[in-house]
């Protein structure tokens, strides 16, 4: 059951988080440039790092809204497809709190009939941890920036001998989700002056330092923490691409027999209203640019969709109307 733990050679997962001005594009791309080869820069501030192409080399993708998660999911998919070695993604508060992101999409959902406050941050999240998957998972160094905005708690202090609850300012948090910073390896925040301090960290190197105008040094370090044994060939994934479908059928091809399928008298398996309902909705979901290779749910992918039929899909599956699904116009 247990065996010796083996340090396997690993790709950087390095989130830098600051206000305007702190230089968080500038470290992601002299931190790439060190650690080596070719470099894919998903720019969402309007075109901003294209202003240092001529200190460093590098690809941009330049993202507008809406900044639907999955927008970033194809870019990581792509750019790992393509060969590139580091991806930054400059910036992800987009995905979180930008047109279209991951709170535009909960507050949507929460308007329906079938959701509220609560129960919408249920698809909502999904497209939230379908992004750190796909962040975790790729065969890339990844750098992600994030905002910073000034953050605050209720605090209770004692004034003239009397308790009182104050609003105390308690620092910078990136703008993200809660706990957002804690799936990365390392986690810098950059002050006003250019300073890098290293606020997480599972590289011992880094514990407690902090570097100003951060670049080589940095990488260097990374560069040796990240080495290890080769690491293994990752399990062999469903060709088929399809993973858990939500309008039924465990594996995505229906709930019939225990395969998905039920034979007729004469050999030849029938129709199952259940599985080609979801492979309906799979395949208009994907033509809509939504990757659905993973274990993304129809349900969660249609919660992302703001339009009338999705709405209406929902309802259905909820229903296990399969013949309605069948019925139902996509468009």
């Known amino acids: 059951m247990f065996q010796r733990a083996v340090k396997f050679e690993a790709r950087l997962r390095l989130a830098i988080a600051g206000p305007s001005g702190s230089g968080k594009t500038y470290t992601s791309l002299a931190i790439a440039t060190a650690l080596g080869g070719r470099i894919a820069l998903v720019d969402t501030e309007h075109g901003s790092a294209s202003k240092y192409a001529d200190l460093f080399g590098f690809d941009v993708l330049n993202l507008d809204a809406p900044f639907h998660p999955d927008r970033f999911v194809e870019a990581i998919r792509a750019a790992q497809a393509a060969g590139y070695q580091v991806l930054i993604l400059d910036s992800l508060s987009h995905a979180w709190s930008g047109p279209g992101g991951v709170l535009e999409i909960k507050e949507q959902l ?3 009939r079938e959701y509220n406050d609560y129960t919408a941050w249920g698809p909502a999240g999904e497209l939230q941890n379908r992004l750190v998957q796909a962040i975790l998972r790729s065969d890339l160094h990844v750098i992600a920036t994030m905002r910073s905005k000034t953050s605050y708690a209720m605090d209770e202090v004692i004034e003239d001998g009397r308790k009182r609850t104050k609003v105390v300012k308690q620092g910078m948090a990136p703008i993200q989700r ?70 039924g059928g465990g594996n995505g091809t229906g709930g019939g027999g225990s395969n998905g399928h039920t034979s007729g008298g004469n050999g030849t398996a029938p129709v199952d209203p259940q599985a080609e309902a979801g492979r309906r909705l799979r395949a208009r979901l994907e033509a809509m640019g939504i990757d659905m290779s993973g274990s993304t749910t129809v349900t969660a992918a249609l919660a992302g969709v703001d339009q009338p039929w999705a709405k209406q899909a929902v309802g259905l599956i909820k229903q296990k109307d399969w013949a309605g699904l069948l019925q139902l116009e996509l468009a």
Request: glycine share 8%; net charge negative; with cysteine.
């Open 110 to 112: 929460a308007k329906r």
């Open 178 to 247: 809660d706990g957002f910073e804690y799936e990365f390896d390392v986690f810098i925040d950059m002050d006003i002056d250019n300073n890098a301090i290293v606020t997480k960290t599972r590289c011992p190197a880094l514990t407690g330092k902090v570097f100003p105008r951060p670049g080589r040094d940095v990488a260097e370090i990374l560069a040796i923490w990240l080495k290890g044994q080769p690491a293994p060939e990752p399990p062999p994934t469903d060709p088929s691409g399809q993973g858990h479908d939500p309008a």
